[in-house]
């Protein structure tokens, strides 16, 4: 099995900065691509940024040019480096690791983390 784990929400104020960290562990191979996701109440889970284990992104136009994603490979952790919050932003943050579990195997399984909620005050 595989975990995933999110660390480094919190309360923040309107411009301020917070980093988000989130570790896999557990049955892995390799993790082709790690990403974060947002959900506000009462909307679907909408996605923030992604990278690929090249180091490839993907961000959100809400987002771009005030978020940066990162990964360390060795660790198979994900960061978010976010500035510039706004009130909108506020929301619990998922990550996501698509994982592959064996060298022989191509299929990539999605795992998810628990949340942590982020909140901006204005």
């Known amino acids: 099995q595989v975990q995933v784990v999110e660390s480094g929400g919190g309360l923040v104020q309107a411009g301020g900065s917070l980093r988000l960290s989130c570790a896999a562990s557990?049955?892995?191979?390799?993790?082709?691509?790690m990403g974060w996701y947002r959900q506000l109440p009462g909307k679907q889970r909408e996605l923030v940024a992604s990278?690929?284990?090249?180091?490839?992104?993907n961000y959100a136009d809400s987002v771009k040019g005030r978020f940066t994603i990162s990964r360390d490979n060795a660790k198979n952790t994900v960061y978010l480096q976010m500035t510039g919050l706004k009130p909108e932003d506020t929301a619990v943050y998922y990550c996501?690791?698509?994982?592959?579990?064996?060298?022989?195997?191509?299929?990539?399984?999605?795992?998810w983390g628990q949340g942590t909620q982020v909140t901006v005050s204005s």
């Open positions: 996501n690791a698509d994982v592959r579990t064996e060298r022989w195997q191509t299929t990539q399984y999605r795992y």
């Open positions: 990278i690929t284990s090249g180091g490839s992104t």
């Open positions: 557990g049955s892995i191979f390799s993790i082709p691509v």
